[in-house]
């Protein structure tokens, strides 16, 4: 079935189709229509879950954390500082290895108070120990949100679904919905390792010695440094889970291929520009007017942030005399984080050094300021001519 509607209702009826059991959130804008339609499907009887209203985004990753923790299937959704907010709960389901999938609606985050998009938000929670999946229009958001839970079930992480705010969040677009018999083909019912039962009390996560230690069966058990470690190598571990699901997918579906990175005319490029979101779909116009003009140029949108995916970032990139990274957020202090993540994995995979491709940072779109194609194909021009300051903030108006 084909439907015409925005990416806050693609990702409400991907989690309706993965079968939520509980669903707990603030409304904070632009994310607040995805909850309501999710409110709506619950009390119409349309999605057989508990939908918990709670006072604070905090609250709303807690509830999560304790359904989760009993066995069910958790979702919450949220925006910049409501994602903030979270963010002592951010660790936590992370270091608890709790399967829960949450959307960001990407909006810039204050102060001063700003409710326009950009990825300030979820860049900024890069390192909680999160799965982070770019959607790049509605499609994706339908898709990545079914297969998240699929991937943070099958790893013990949970995932983050991030799409932009009001480009995707509240733009109508078509895309296919998927059936509910194919889905539970994809996605079997949650069976969690290990769950809370009162007829068989347990305390989780309390306070662990830094040194391992014998437990109450006198087995030796992991301290702090091993549980974290755990955790680094099942992120990494889990590129390989995403192809995985990927591919599942693809076989259900038909739908799918790129689930780490999207190349769009980079086979020949000489030069590729690289970002995240609905921003990359943009860039393929600019590529084209730019080879029209002669630019062998390309665009690849990285899908697949946390963990990086940086053999194939590094592998796509291979042979181009240079590129430009285009963000809308920044690494206070420094660049843009996309742009850090992707000089470390050419460095890392890139043999012979010296051919390394030159890379450029550009920064974009901060707090909604309007992205136009013409600014972008300039942008791009004066790099591809050699004379682009790093980083380089584009459209900036004084």
């Not at 907010?85 to 990407?106: D, F, S, T």
């Not at 001063?112 to 390192?127: A, E, G, K, M, V």
């Not at 291929?257 to 020949?268: I, M, N, Q, S, W």
Request: net charge negative; hydrophobic share 45%.
């Amino acid at each position: 079935m084909h439907v015409i509607e925005t990416g806050n209702v693609a990702a409400a009826l991907g989690v309706r189709l993965a079968g939520a059991q509980v669903v707990a959130a603030y409304p904070i804008t632009p994310q607040t229509p995805l909850t309501e339609k999710l409110s709506e499907l619950i009390e119409a009887g349309e999605m057989d879950a508990r939908y918990v209203p709670v006072e604070s985004e905090h609250s709303a990753l807690a509830v999560c954390i304790a359904a989760s923790s009993a066995g069910a299937r958790a979702f919450t959704a949220t925006s910049a500082n409501g994602l903030l907010y979270m963010h002592e709960q951010v660790h936590w389901a992370a270091g608890a290895r709790l399967p829960i999938v949450m959307c960001v609606a990407n909006r810039a985050v204050g102060a001063p108070w700003n409710i326009w998009n950009d990825h300030q938000d979820s860049i900024s929670q890069r390192d909680t120990g999160w799965i982070q999946i770019y959607s790049c229009d509605h499609q994706q958001i339908i898709d990545d949100t079914l297969k998240a839970f699929r991937v943070a079930e099958a790893t013990s992480i949970p995932v983050m679904v991030c799409y932009d705010g009001y480009l995707l969040s509240h733009t109508y677009m078509p895309f296919a919905v998927p059936e509910q018999e194919k889905v539970a083909e994809f996605l079997p019912p949650f069976q969690p390792a290990y769950a809370l039962d009162p007829s068989s009390p347990a305390n989780l996560n309390t306070v662990t010695l830094p040194e391992v230690r014998l437990d109450v069966h006198g087995e030796l058990a992991h301290g702090y440094m091993e549980i974290r470690y755990l955790l680094q190598e099942d992120l990494r571990n889990a590129v390989q889970v995403v192809e995985e699901t990927d591919a599942a997918y693809q076989e259900v579906f038909g739908r799918g291929g790129v689930p780490l990175v999207e190349p769009y005319r980079c086979d020949d490029a000489e030069y590729i520009v690289v970002g995240l979101g609905s921003l990359t779909y943009q860039l393929r116009d600019v590529v084209e007017t730019l080879r029209a003009e002669g630019h062998r140029i390309g665009v690849l949108g990285v899908r697949l942030y946390r963990p990086v995916p940086d053999a194939a970032i590094a592998a796509a990139l291979q042979g181009a005399h240079g590129v430009f990274v285009m963000e809308k957020a920044l690494s206070y202090g420094y660049e843009g984080a996309l742009c850090s993540d992707l000089k470390s994995a050419l460095y890392d995979h890139l043999p012979d050094k010296s051919e390394a491709p030159f890379v450029k940072g550009l920064i974009a779109g901060i707090g909604g300021r309007e992205i136009r194609t013409a600014d972008l194909a300039d942008a791009l021009r004066s790099g591809l001519a050699g004379s682009i300051p790093d980083p380089n903030w584009i459209a900036i108006q004084l």
